[in-house]
């Protein structure tokens, strides 16, 4: 056995550790790192490179030739002996918890060379990033329990998988670690890339090269100079209250239309999911009365309500609720019949498993139906604050328009842009919220 | 080829409880007006504590069966008994599923929104028979026994299909049932997983011997897992011939290469391929 010199193909051996099962997934960042942290180490043909009850500290990638890999007694394996080529990896007994010798014995059937790593090292170097880290963890621990069936193994090998999860940070440090990482990806340079071409292009349509029609329009720099205008010549910038009165009266009225849509339409999305018999009843109405559009109901909205703010908010009220109660209702009936005949099975009643199964099976669906719902109640608060209303950020727009105040209509309409972006986020942070299970099952295909 | 005598060397099942009774089952499905017979006067006695291996080509109505069992599908006629108790029968076209006959199913069916551990204490605390807690800890417990610590509070997702199937089966045993019902609740895995699985639902058997009516179409695991491997003719569904396992048990994967094993396979090999050609013949669809 000698170690060979260090040499230059470090690139070499990133790409081969690419290759490999295990890391496939981890980063080139990491893949250097871990071959940074690895030496290089060549067998001579009929080497043993370790012994079964051998005390096992490193991890060995196969660089090239070919190794015998014997298992020793008590490995309850269906395959006993296999032979690895280049990109394998062997000796992952060295990243179990507390099993800290060989379960195999590894001879070199021809000249070897591989890239040892110390188990600890390894591991030190995933938990720099806890999320590729972890299914890194996993996929050995697919390997092991797909050559062993000797319970403590896999066993332990699940609880190391496992700590590596609940020793992923928390809270802000969590946050911090997200913001950090999204600030090191392309992503925010691409967003604001985007952001950036897409006011660029506004700026030299309207200001710079003043095209056929599009000089009517207000350009960026003035919008931008009235909105951050301490005394605002069109009389709406940040510095006015009429502005955030504008914002808080819509807000406002989404917030009380989307709650209410919410509470009455999931129950409702439920129940037409999970009896047929119901469903029957009221379905039909239900799609007949879906295809109006929300401006249609509103002549008979203000005939209906009295006031000024009753109207909108119904209006608003109408449009969440079909696409909370339809969502809601694909939910339930999008859940596996298996889960229903399991829970049966398992003695649930009825009850519990509407309670078990119902609920949070359809809770996907449900805040999908959320997203478009909250999406549809911005979109019809303005038709409906153009008709009637006072007040809000509809009116706004609307108001900027027959009064002739240009930018304050781009006004209005960026900060709608902006506030709807916050409230869906909001949306989809609770959904996130209530649903760990998914966003631990997507994280692991990658997804997250 | 019925076996009439009983050796002293058959392989022995446990004497217990789960002994089911099928007698001249006849279901008729009706799609569309079209009347299909899926079973056919089908009667079959299953013993005590046995592994009772089903085998059939695709969609011969061994499953239909099984969703009679079980209680998620009613009979025309026929009864069908558990421990004497009739679960349908005249008067009675559908058995109310329920804890003592577990179904695991073909996909798997642990709910992907509860942890682990909230998966395996499901049963016992619904039926309110163990408190959260000391479900927890019998669970808990029973997970160890099968070599599945460690992953109590992972979601299902999380976790490889070969362990969720293993702790689906520890979410039955956790109910005392007396009769495992499994509906080919390997055919999703790859075939390394697969031999593993098998030595581990054998390890799990032995500890609790519940009769287990597992539906496949491998022959190899049936005669792998089975004291009985019962074969099925093609829709309608009825038994065509049953084959006595005597491989005592315990068996582990040495069993494969024993020369007893590859007589047994070549048995049944026939009957099955000669199923398999009407049934490809009446252009079954899979299922």
């Known amino acids: 056995m000698q170690v060979a010199a260090r040499t230059g193909q470090d690139a070499d051996y990133t790409a081969l550790l690419k290759q490999s099962m295990p890391f496939q997934v981890v980063s080139n960042d990491l893949l250097q790192a871990i071959v940074g942290a690895s030496r290089r180490v060549s067998f001579k043909r009929g080497d043993v490179i370790y012994e079964h009850g051998e005390h096992a500290s490193d991890l060995y990638v196969l660089i090239a030739g070919r190794v015998e ?40 059937l021809e000249d070897c060379e591989c890239m040892v790593i110390d ?3 390894l591991l030190r170097i995933l938990e720099r990033e806890p999320e590729t880290g972890n299914v890194v963890m996993s996929r050995f621990a697919t390997m092991i329990t797909r050559d062993f069936t000797v319970p403590q ?16 940070l928390t809270g802000i440090a969590l946050t911090m670690f997200r913001l950090s990482k999204w600030l090191r990806s392309p992503r925010p340079y691409l967003m604001v890339t985007g952001f950036a071409l ?7 349509a ?4 003043k095209l056929p029609r599009f000089e009517q329009l207000p350009g960026p720099t003035s919008v931008l100079k009235e909105w951050l205008s301490k005394n605002p010549v069109y009389g709406t910038s940040l510095f006015t209250p009429e502005y955030y009165l504008d914002i808080w009266v819509s807000v406002r009225r989404v917030a009380i239309g989307f709650c209410l849509a919410t509470v009455l339409g999931i129950p409702l999305g439920l129940i037409l999911g999970w009896s047929e018999k119901f469903k029957q009843y009221v379905f039909p109405i239900f799609e007949m009365l879906r295809p109006i559009p929300v401006l249609a109901w509103v002549p008979l909205a203000i005939i209906m309500f009295t006031g000024l703010e009753t109207p909108v908010i119904f209006l608003v009220f109408l449009a969440s609720f079909y696409a909370t109660a339809l969502n809601t209702m694909l939910g339930v009936e999008s859940i596996d019949e298996s889960y229903f005949r399991a829970s049966f099975c398992l003695g649930a009643s009825r009850w519990q498993v509407f309670r078990h199964v119902v609920m949070p099976g359809a809770m996907p669906y449900i805040f999908t139906g959320l997203q478009i719902s909250m999406g549809v109640a911005w979109f019809s608060l303005v038709a409906a604050e153009m008709v009637s209303g006072e007040y809000g950020l509809g009116y706004l727009i609307n108001n900027s328009y027959t009064t002739v105040r240009y930018p304050t209509i781009i006004i209005g309409m960026a900060t709608l842009g902006a506030v709807g972006y916050v409230t869906s986020a909001l949306v989809r942070l609770a959904g996130d919220y209530l649903m760990q299970w998914r966003v631990r099952e997507l994280a692991l295909g990658g997804n997250a | 080829m019925m076996r009439e005598h009983v050796p002293d060397s058959r392989p022995s099942a446990p004497v217990g409880k789960g002994a089911i009774h099928i007698e001249q089952v006849v279901k008729v499905y009706d799609p569309d007006g079209a009347a299909v017979l899926a079973v056919d006067h089908c009667s079959l006695d299953i013993r005590p504590g046995e592994i009772c291996m089903i085998v059939g080509p695709s969609g011969c109505g061994k499953t239909t069966l099984l969703n009679a069992i079980a209680g998620f599908h009613s009979v025309n006629s026929g009864s069908i008994r558990l421990d004497g108790e009739m679960l349908c029968g005249p008067g009675k076209p559908k058995a109310a599923p329920g804890p003592d006959r577990i179904v695991v199913f073909q996909n798997g069916a642990l709910f992907p929104w509860k942890t682990v551990l909230e998966n395996v204490a499901f049963g016992p605390v619904m039926q309110g028979k163990l408190g959260r807690k000391q479900a927890y800890e019998k669970a808990r ?46 055919r999703a895995l790859d075939s390394l997983t697969k031999s593993v699985m098998h030595e581990a639902l054998l390890e799990i058997y032995y500890k609790n011997p519940v009769t287990i009516f597992f539906i496949t179409h491998d022959l190899e695991e049936a005669i792998f897992l089975g004291h009985r491997v ?14 006595d396992v005597d491989i005592p048990h ?21 009957a099955v391929h000669e199923e398999a050609i009407k049934a490809f013949a009446a252009g079954e669809k899979e299922g």
């Open chain 1, 69 to 108: 890999h014997v298992l020793g007694p008590g490995a309850a394996a269906a395959n006993i002996m296999r032979v690895l080529g280049p990109g394998e990896v062997f000796g992952w007994a060295a990243l179990l918890k507390s099993q800290p010798y060989r379960l195999a014995k590894s001879t070199a």
């Open chain 1, 119 to 121: 188990g600890k090292s």
């Open chain 1, 153 to 168: 193994w896999v066993a332990q090998v699940h609880s190391l998988a496992h700590r590596a999860q609940t020793q992923q």
């Open chain 1, 198 to 204: 897409f006011i660029g292009a506004w700026y030299l």
């Open chain 1, 206 to 209: 309207v200001e710079v090269w």
């Open chain 2, 141 to 186: 417990q029973m997970m160890a026994d099968a070599g599945l610590s460690g992953t109590e509070h992972n979601y299902p997702g999380e976790l490889s299909s070969g362990v969720r199937r293993r702790v689906e089966i520890v979410r039955a045993l956790m109910n005392d049932p007396k009769v495992l019902l499994l509906d080919e609740p390997y």
């Open chain 2, 230 to 243: 019962v074969i099925m003719t093609t829709r309608p569904c009825k038994p065509k011939k049953i084959l």
């Open chain 2, 250 to 270: 315990p068996r582990d994967y040495g069993v494969l290469t024993a020369p007893r094993f590859r007589e047994l396979m070549d048995e049944t090999i026939e």
